[in-house]
C-alpha cells in the first residue's frame, strides 16, 4: 500500500499543495484550503477500476441511435418534474442541492416511495429509525421501498446488485467512504472519488435496466437524482 501523505487540498478547485496558504494558487480562492491526506497511487488505482466498469462504446450510424431511449421517466412530483426536464433520464445522475434543513431528504423520500418497481434509500447519516419516522409522517411507507444504514461504497454496491433497485437515493455522498482511498470522509478526494464511481455504475448498469432510475444525496447542499441520484449539503 502506498504511503500516505498530508496534503493541502482547494475545496473549489481541487488543487492540491505540501503547505497551507491563505490563497489558492490554482484558482485564486481565499481560504479555500483544508487538511487532507493521500497515497499517490491510489487515486489512478481507482481511477482505473472504475472505468473498467463501463463498457467500451461502439460507433452507430447517427441515424440509428433511438432518440426515445432515454425519454424523462416523470417522478409523480409535478414541480420536481418541472425543474428536471420532465423527469428522471434513465442512466443519469442528478445532484440535488440546498442548504441544511429545506427538505431535501424529505423530498426524495416522497420521490422513493412514488417509484415504480424496488427503491432503495442509502442513509449513511441518520439511522434507519430516525427515516422510518419521517416516512412514517409522509405517508411514504411503501413494500418497495428499501432502507440501508451504511457508509460504505463496497457495502452499498453490493447492495444495489442484490436488490437491483429502479431508483436509488444516497444520503449523503458527503459521509460515503470508499476505503481503497486514502482520505477522510468527506474530504475532496473521497466525494469525487465516491462520486465517480456511482456514475460509472449507473452507466454500466443502464443500457440492462433500460427502464430504471437512481438518485444519490452528499452532505449539506446537494442531492443527486437519476437513475441514480445523490445528495449533497455542499
Not at 113 to 135: D, N, W
Not at 206 to 214: G, L, Q, T, V
Request: net charge negative.
Amino acid at each position: 500500500m502506498a504511503k500516505l501523505r498530508l496534503v493541502h487540498r482547494c475545496t473549489e478547485c481541487g488543487g492540491s499543495f505540501p503547505k497551507w496558504s491563505g490563497k489558492c494558487l490554482a484558482c485564486g480562492a481565499w481560504n479555500s484550503l483544508v487538511e487532507d491526506v493521500e497515497g499517490p497511487e491510489e487515486s489512478f488505482v481507482t481511477l482505473a477500476a472504475g472505468l473498467a466498469l463501463v463498457p467500451p462504446g461502439e460507433a452507430t450510424p447517427i441515424g440509428d441511435v433511438n432518440p426515445n431511449e432515454s425519454d424523462p421517466v416523470p417522478t409523480g412530483i409535478g414541480e420536481l418534474d418541472r425543474v428536471l426536464g420532465g423527469g428522471l433520464v434513465p442512466g443519469s445522475v442528478t445532484l440535488l442541492g440546498g442548504e441544511p434543513g429545506i427538505g431535501k431528504s424529505t423530498l426524495l423520500l416522497q420521490l422513493l416511495a412514488g417509484a415504480t418497481g424496488p427503491s432503495l434509500y442509502v442513509t449513511a447519516e441518520e439511522s434507519a429509525q430516525q427515516v422510518r419516522l419521517r416516512a412514517d409522517r409522509l405517508g411514504a411507507i411503501s413494500p418497495e421501498l428499501w432502507l440501508l444504514p451504511e457508509m460504505s461504497l463496497p457495502n452499498i454496491i453490493a447492495a444495489i446488485d442484490k436488490i437491483s433497485p429502479s431508483l436509488v437515493v444516497i444520503d449523503s455522498i458527503q459521509t460515503v467512504v470508499d476505503p481503497e482511498l486514502g482520505s477522510s470522509p468527506g474530504s475532496v478526494v473521497q466525494v469525487r472519488g465516491c462520486a465517480h464511481r456511482l456514475v460509472q455504475e449507473a452507466k454500466r448498469r443502464w443500457p440492462h435496466w433500460c427502464s430504471r432510475c437512481k438518485s444519490v444525496v452528499p452532505h449539506r447542499s446537494s442531492h443527486w437524482c437519476s437513475w441514480f441520484s445523490c445528495c449533497s449539503h455542499y
